[in-house]
């Protein structure tokens, strides 16, 4: 019984309403030539496929930005706001205070002695 394959069937034209046969759906009608393809809905595959696309390129973005900030030498230091406040303080000036050491704190006596 599987050996035996299924006969054509009769499809209809929805434009001019011709009847054919056949195995499959043709996507126009052989006499009028109307195309009724049945439209898709929406693509998701695009959809994924834009996705994927903006990820890769938001992760090229940062990790271009990671790669910049850690080849930057050490010696150079972004402004900081003490200069950007004073902007007539140069850089060879030295402020009141810088001479003196940190003030070092004695360690904290310990509470299980």
Known sequence: MGLVGKGPKLFTCPKCRKAYLGHDPLPDCPSCGY????????????????????????????????????MQPASSSPPSAATSLAPSVSADEKLPGVRHPPLVYPPEPDANR
Not at 35 to 43: Q, T
Not at 45 to 53: A, E
Not at 54 to 59: A, E, F, N, V
């Open 35 to 70: 195309d009724y393809r049945v439209e898709g809905g929406f693509r998701w595959d695009v959809l994924v496929y834009l996705l994927s696309v903006l990820g890769l390129i938001s992760y090229l973005l940062v990790s271009s930005s990671y790669r910049t900030l850690i």
